[in-house]
């Protein structure tokens, strides 16, 4: 990893289902302002390049027509072109439609200067998500100039499993990128001031665990589901954690809100070195 790094969340209320153009200008625009804030990683939340399917008759199909992009397409060009030209690197989540007509994946790219580093494909798909995205096969950890970087989309921050695998490929830096709902009547499942406790926590307990810091960016804001779901509000509260001294930024829970802050790579020294999790884990397998 870098000595240091800066990262931001950017926080936000992406526009729904058929409004990639609108989405993609945001993000742009984003990325240039972070960039003259001498940001060198700008998180997204999920879905924020294309937003997410409508729940009703002729969801589908809808889904792979108007809110789905290709990997080779314009708008996954026009960010790598950006951050070509920004000199910075970015994770945007979007759905991706597949070389396989009809299979969409709920997926997030880290886009930097030498294009796209890699895609990540959201493994563990949540409710009614089962009904439009087929799930991934594999979490890669993808090595560029600012360091190692894994990418958790969502839901599965809750699955201890995929940021293992993470830790195992030796990541510095965990980008969660999600579209956390609030709960109850407002959407999901769970009771709101539960889980705003709970998602508080679980980037704390992601970057202890694993030894990495963790970019959490989780939109904000109401998002039409269409008429068999309704209206659901998302939790926000995005955070930038460090393994060894916590929760460095954290954004609030309703409105639009972009936070940063500056990784420094002694804090992983410090924090491998105090617990050596990794020899451990190693020499606990062998005891098995």
């Not at 027509?65 to 790598?80: C, Q």
């Not at 009809?102 to 580093?117: F, M, Q, R, W």
Request: glycine share 10%; with cysteine.
């Amino acid at each position: 990893m870098q000595s240091k790094v800066v990262a931001s969340a950017v926080q936000h209320q992406p526009i729904e289902l058929g409004s990639r153009d609108e989405n993609l200008a945001f993000i742009l625009g984003q990325m240039q302002v972070e960039a003259s804030q001498g940001s060198d990683l700008v998180v997204f939340p999920e879905a924020g390049l294309t937003s997410f399917f409508k729940h009703e008759e002729g969801g589908l199909k809808r889904l792979w027509n108007e809110g789905s992009v290709d990997l080779d397409g314009p708008e996954l060009a026009a960010i790598a072109e950006a951050a070509k030209t920004l000199g910075i690197y970015t994770v945007v989540g979007f759905n991706e439609r597949s070389s396989v007509v009809g299979t969409i994946y709920n997926s997030a790219a880290l886009i930097g200067p030498e294009g796209i580093v890699g895609v990540t494909r959201k493994r563990f798909l949540p409710g009614i998500e089962k009904l439009y995205y087929t799930p991934g096969n594999r979490h890669e950890t993808f090595e560029c100039a600012l360091g190692r970087i894994g990418i958790v989309i969502c839901y599965e921050t809750l699955f201890p499993e995929i940021a293992l695998e993470h830790f195992k490929q030796g990541a510095e830096i965990l980008a969660v990128t999600s579209s956390f709902w609030s709960g109850g009547s407002k959407g999901g499942a769970g009771d709101p001031v539960t889980k705003k406790k709970f998602w508080e926590s679980v980037p704390t307990v992601t970057a202890i665990q694993n030894q990495a810091f963790v970019v959490s960016c989780n939109a904000c804001g109401f998002l039409d589901l269409g008429k068999k779901v309704g209206t659901w509000e998302r939790l926000g509260l995005s955070q930038i954690v460090s393994p060894n001294n916590g929760i460095l930024v954290q954004a609030g829970q309703f409105a639009a809100e972009t936070i940063r802050a500056e990784l420094d790579v002694n804090d992983l020294v410090e924090s491998r070195s105090n617990y050596p999790l990794m020899a451990d884990r190693l020499r606990g397998q062998e005891l098995v």
